[in-house]
T-cell receptor
Framework: SAVISQKPSRDICQRGTSLTIQCQVD?????MFWYRQQPGQSLTLIAT?????????ESGFVIDKFPISRPNLTFSTLTVSNMSPEDSSIYLC????????FGPGTRLTVL | KQEVTQIPAALSVPEGENLVLNCSFT??????LQWFRQDPGKGLTSLLL?????REQTSGRLNASLDKSSGRSTLYIAASQPGDSATYLC???????????FGQGTTLQVKP
């Protein structure tokens, strides 16, 4: 099974700033995804991170707000741009290898 | 568009009871269906994975079933314990895109 790490594990940020979250996988994977879990809610898919091309975003999420990089098959970043308190959530990356494996998440609080 | 629904949203039972959590999905073109557990403030723990060609999977006191034709899955927990208290999430993985669509979860409380 894939082992996934995320940095940072948590952060507290000021309104209007941006935060980049890193996701590292211990093996090469084709399918990598970013999810958001707002307080008290379930997980919502933000986008599919495509290696070597632009990410594919779900309805309600746009590249200007959540730019994603996927430079290779083991690494991806998600940036939360121009943050507001509504962006306070847990952000999780996941990979698909017969089943989905999730990173531990990044808990973001925006003041 | 895939939609996943879980019923009930919350459940409280005395210790020792057997219980069933329900999950329904609208698009039967799934690669697999997974059940996860999430403790407060924690990440996701994968409990059971059912491939689209399978009917059920068992792990210890947990049994998950899958009926693609009716768009339903159930998670059966036998002899519940206080340590089973958590939120249980089911998620359907699209066979076309690999995307995992989550239900809203069932929050379970098992009282001693």
């Amino acid at each position: 099974s894939a082992v996934i790490s995320q940095k940072p594990s948590r952060d507290i940020c000021q309104r209007g700033t941006s935060l980049t979250i890193q996701c590292q996988v211990d093996s090469q994977v084709t399918m990598m995804f970013w999810y958001r879990q707002q307080p008290g809610q379930s997980l919502t898919l933000i986008a599919t991170a495509n290696q070597g091309s632009e990410a594919t975003y779900e309805s309600g999420f746009v590249i200007d707000k959540f730019p994603i990089s996927r430079p290779n098959l083991t690494f991806s970043t998600l940036t939360v741009s121009n943050m507001s308190p509504e962006d306070s959530s847990i952000y999780l990356c996941s990979v698909l290898e017969n089943e989905q494996f999730f990173g531990p998440g990044t808990r973001l609080t925006v003041l | 568009k895939q939609e996943v629904t879980q019923i009930p949203a919350a459940l409280s039972v005395p210790e020792g009871e057997n219980l069933v959590l329900n999950c329904s999905f609208t698009d039967s073109a799934i690669y697999n269906l997974q059940w996860f557990r999430q403790d407060p403030g924690k990440g996701l723990t994968s409990l059971l994975l059912i491939q689209s060609s399978q009917r059920e999977q068992t792990s210890g006191r947990l049994n998950a079933s899958l009926d693609k034709s009716s768009g339903r899955s159930t998670l059966y927990i036998a002899a519940s314990q206080p340590g089973d208290s958590a939120t249980y999430l089911c998620a359907a993985c699209s066979s076309n895109t690999g995307k995992l669509i989550f239900g809203q979860g069932t929050t379970l409380q098992v009282k001693p």
